[in-house]
């Protein structure tokens, strides 16, 4: 298997494809396996196994992992798959599997706008030591791109969708500014499954004027197109310096973004104008990181340390010239932050 770079499918009607776990065997370390268009058929003690459509997926890929950002070699085995909500709709996802069977794991949640390479850099270190699950949310990326209305609620429905369909039973999990709102809902309405909690450049509520401010910010992409906002966006997300330095991370996301769909944009604007998940925080207890940039102007370090003084059995980090999206432009601390969390309660370290 491991010595073919495209494979192609028979053209049958299903074909079952075992994970490293399936059958307790794994692929060689640092070989990764593409599966699109995929859902879980069945899961069991070892691992899962997919049922692949034929009529949506022509190819499946083994290739070694390759990154030129990576600092490390990872070896976890990489699954990029797409699973169904209750709803019919489809999220995109990229599953990280760690070597270790009884690795713990987590879920790391993406920021308005944009898709699940925000964690990108962070997943890759966190590989090391978890199984790693990134996705694009509803309306976002490769997910479907439903025109709305949306709510948190149901945002973190499909987290819960998505443990259910990997046979997740609990997980640590991280979000960045809109993808901590949705993992502090997750934490409140799903307490039995989170272990942990990152919360990254985020917040509970953006305040009284909210449903103002995201309304019009939603009408001006639906009146003058999303490239209006390019270059509040693209300050609001990095510092000077990173501008200058990071280019090509830079573009990635301004491409991401000009690729949104403005009705699910406008939707997604228009959740967080709604967004009140303070009655929540009283109900979460697990060790919680907080983390914003010094300069995060769209939730500023008052907003953490709100979050920081209603979450008793949280640490709080500002960091120093860092700005709102703390998981590419500081992975090294973002990373350090959740690997210093507890991993699990009853899992066995790696």
Not at 35 to 45: A, E, M, S
Request: charged share 20%; net charge neutral.
């Amino acid at each position: 298997m491991s010595g073919a770079s495209i494979k192609p499918l028979r053209p049958l009607h299903s074909k079952t494809v075992e994970t490293p776990y399936s059958a307790n065997r794994r692929y060689p370390s640092g070989i990764s396996v593409d599966i699109l268009y995929c859902f879980p058929l069945d899961n069991t003690v070892n691992g899962w196994a997919y049922f692949v459509n034929t009529a949506q997926l022509s190819t499946l890929r083994y290739g070694p992992v390759v990154n030129p950002h990576s600092e490390t070699k990872p070896d976890a085995t990489v699954i990029k798959g797409r699973h169904r909500m209750a709803d019919g709709a489809w999220l995109s996802t990229t599953l990280r599997v760690h070597p270790h069977q009884h690795a713990p794991k987590i879920a790391l949640i993406h920021s308005l706008a944009l898709d699940r390479y925000v964690w990108e850099f962070v997943a890759e270190r966190l590989a090391l030591h978890y199984t790693v699950l990134t996705y694009d949310c509803r309306g976002h990326g490769d997910s479907t791109k439903a025109p709305g209305p949306y709510c948190v609620e149901q945002f973190a429905n499909d987290l819960r969708g998505l443990f259910a369909a990997l046979g997740w039973d609990s997980a640590s999990v991280a979000g960045c500014s809109m993808g901590g709102s949705v993992a502090l809902t997750f934490a409140g309405l799903y307490p039995q499954h989170v272990r942990a909690l990152a919360l990254v450049d985020t917040t509970a509520w953006y305040g009284p004027e909210a449903p103002v401010r995201w309304e019009e910010r939603a009408q001006k992409a639906e009146r003058e197109g999303i490239a209006s906002l390019v270059e509040f966006q693209r300050r609001r997300w990095f510092t000077e310096a990173f501008l200058e330095t990071h280019a090509s991370v830079v573009e990635h996301c301004v491409q991401t973004f000009l690729a949104n769909d403005i009705p699910a944009y406008a939707a997604t604007c228009r959740l967080l104008g709604a967004l009140d998940a303070r009655p929540l925080l009283g109900d979460i207890h697990v060790p919680t990181a907080i983390l914003v940039g010094e300069e995060d102007y769209a939730t500023p370090p008052a907003m953490a340390g709100a979050l920081h003084t209603a979450l008793l059995n949280s640490t709080l980090t500002v960091v120093p010239k860092g700005r709102h999206l703390l998981p590419l432009e500081r992975p090294d601390v973002v990373a350090d932050a959740i690997a210093a969390l507890p991993r699990s309660v009853d899992q066995e370290r790696p």
